[in-house]
């Protein structure tokens, strides 16, 4: 293998995961990404200089480009969605659009050019809520939002391209992720960015939801693991072994900052909020050896420092067009 199309590299995981690819290894990584409200290229800065690394702006639906893209490389490693919850409540279409649409689109070039590899980055959530014990690979797939819906609807079709066509491909299941450049529309940013201003933290329900809580770097560590070692064909679950109820989560960063509770605001309920994702992730630790390096406690200090330390960063994303969307979701709760 020498050259790598990782999608959705300006975002979150996708830039943590360029970072760890080029230390790690001496493959060309190829990053197309369409920059939509949450890429950001300030993700890799320090990277654009890096002569093993290119970045392309444009679509995962734009056939055209991504055929030209995928004909000159080995593996493709598909981070690129649209990501969050709550927005696909408010506007599922572009969840079609991006989340299945753009992985057929990928998929179709992937098959036509031949790649060696195929890794669609998916979510614990296909599984839907898990009111007890946890979820294998075999727990049948049973979404509950339109994003998660999309995102089953995207690990279908890569079955199907495998099953039908013979294109070697992995999926990956990843619980929910923590750590440095993470938007601050997704819980753990929102409640530390809020807490420095001294802003409102907005707990959905009761706050008694709870998910298992990754570090982002163990994340990228197993799905290069899958890439080099994971059999053909097959899904692997990831999972931090750290169930936390978000309430816990949000009194903990509220501890850390030394602010007080009462910023603490209990507001109505996610629509169709699933109660609990919990991963068993025994099939990766078996197979692969993989297991995650962070302690959520170790992890979330450490990110909680990130977020002091590059306030610019989410103050520019804050102050800008995600101002409009904030006031529209919490305006009102
Ligand atoms: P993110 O929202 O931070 O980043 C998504 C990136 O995809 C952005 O850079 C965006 O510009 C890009 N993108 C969106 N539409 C595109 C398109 N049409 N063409 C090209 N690029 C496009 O998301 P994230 O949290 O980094 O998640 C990355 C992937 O991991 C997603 O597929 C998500 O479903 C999956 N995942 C996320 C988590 C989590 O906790 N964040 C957990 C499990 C799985
Ligand atoms: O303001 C909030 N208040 C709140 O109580 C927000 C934004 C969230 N929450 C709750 C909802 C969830 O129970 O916190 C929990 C985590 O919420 P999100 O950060 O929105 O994540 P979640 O809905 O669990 O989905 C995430 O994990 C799986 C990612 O956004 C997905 O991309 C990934 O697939």
């Known amino acids: 293998m020498e050259k790598i199309l990782v999608t959705g590299g300006a975002g979150f995981i996708g830039s943590n995961f360029i970072r760890y690819m080029l230390q790690e290894h001496p493959y060309h990584i190829i990053n197309l990404d369409a920059l939509t409200y949450c890429g950001n290229l300030e993700n890799l800065r320090g990277v654009e200089d890096e002569p093993r690394y290119t970045f392309v702006r444009g679509s995962i639906t734009d056939r055209k480009l991504v055929d030209g893209i995928i004909k000159d490389v ?24 991006t989340n299945i649409l753009g992985t057929q689109t990928l998929l179709e070039a992937s098959r036509k050019h ?17 009111e007890k014990g946890y979820f294998t690979e075999e727990t049948p797939l049973a979404p509950n939002s339109p994003y998660s819906a999309s995102k089953a609807s ?96 949000v009194e903990l960063i509220v501890r850390e900052l030394g602010k007080d509770e009462s910023l603490i605001r209990f507001v109505e309920d996610r629509p169709g909020h699933d109660r609990r994702y919990a991963i068993d992730a025994s099939k990766i630790r078996n197979e692969l050896g993989w297991k995650p390096l962070y302690s959520f406690e170790e992890g979330i200090r450490e990110t909680i420092r990130w977020y002091i330390d590059n306030r610019d960063w989410w103050e520019n994303i804050k102050s800008g067009e995600y101002l409009r969307y904030y006031e529209r979701m919490y305006g009102g709760r």
């Open 74 to 97: 080995d593996a493709v490693i598909n981070f690129a969605a649209e990501s969050h919850v709550d927005r696909s409540i408010e506007d599922p279409e572009i969840f079609i659009r």
């Open 114 to 130: 031949g790649v060696e590899r195929f890794i669609q980055i998916s979510t614990d959530e296909v599984y839907g809520s898990a």
């Open 154 to 249: 995207a690990d279908l079709m890569v079955r199907a391209y495998h099953r039908t066509y013979g294109l070697p491909v992995n999926i990956t299941r990843c619980s929910n992720n923590y750590g440095p450049y993470q938007f601050p529309e997704k819980l753990i940013p929102l409640m530390i960015t809020n807490a420095l201003e001294n802003k409102p933290l907005p707990v959905y329900g009761d706050g008694m939801n709870v998910r298992d809580w990754i570090h982002v770097l163990d994340h990228c560590r197993a799905v290069d693991l899958v890439l080099h070692r994971g059999r053909v064909g097959e899904v692997y679950n990831i999972g931090g072994n750290s169930e936390r109820r978000n309430i816990e989560i």
